[in-house]
Structure formats: C-alpha cells, structure tokens
C-alpha cells in the first residue's frame, strides 16, 4: 500500500515501522476505525490499538468519539514539519551550547592526559 520512500521518511523521524504504517494508512482512510486502519496498514488489530495509543500521544492521532463507534483521525501532515523544525532548533540550541563549553572541556581533558 505504501511507497517505500514514505516509510523511509516517518522512520527518519522517528515513527516505529507500525506508526508509520497506521499513520499512512489513516491519512488515506480519512475517519475509520481500528478494524479498518488494521487492514489497510497490514498492522494485526490488537497490535493497531496500542499504536494508535501511541500516535494519540505523539499527537498525530484524534479519536472521534462522536460515532456510535470509536474512530480515528490522523493529525494534519504540517504537524511532521512543525514538530521535526522544533527539533533542528532544539538540536542547534544543544549544538552552539557544546561549542562553547568545548574549551573548557578539552581543559579538563588535557589536565587528566598529563597525569597520565
């Protein structure tokens, strides 16, 4: 159902392989249920509601409880983007900090060397 590329990308951000596989499979299937997300995605249906959990966590998953059954929703795509901006940020952040206690940590490094 997938093209592989899609896969590749949910995974280099982080999704598990059944994330991403549920996620792609709600974003065609629009409203559905766990049933029918299981199907489409190949994901056992068990397996699919612990999922479903966790990308409700994550945020990537709404439930629609306004159905005589539980449905769910996949969140906007955009929010992959949001959420993987957030990240470089915050990695760019962690990276200028490292940078600049660098020194300092060379400094304590040399001085434990010439002991040695």
């Known amino acids: ?4 590329y899609l ?3 949910l995974l ?8 991403a596989k549920i996620y792609l499979a709600m974003l065609v299937l629009g409203n559905s249920t766990a049933t029918a997300i299981s199907e489409l995605s190949e ?5 699919c509601y612990v999922v479903l959990e966790s990308l409700r966590k994550k945020d990537l998953v709404k439930i629609a409880d306004n159905f005589s059954v539980r449905k769910y929703v996949a969140s906007s795509p955009e929010i ?3 959420y993987a901006k957030a990240l470089a940020k915050k990695q760019e952040f962690i990276r200028t900090g490292i940078e600049s206690i660098l020194p300092v940590l ?5 001085k434990n ?3 040695l």
């Open 1 to 4: 159902m997938h093209d592989d």
């Open 7 to 9: 896969l590749k990308y």
């Open 12 to 19: 280099d951000f982080g999704l598990s392989a059944n994330e």
């Open 43 to 47: 994901v056992n249906r068990s397996t």
């Open 80 to 82: 992959l983007l949001y």
């Open 106 to 110: 060379k400094a304590l490094r040399q």
């Open 113 to 115: 060397v010439n002991l």
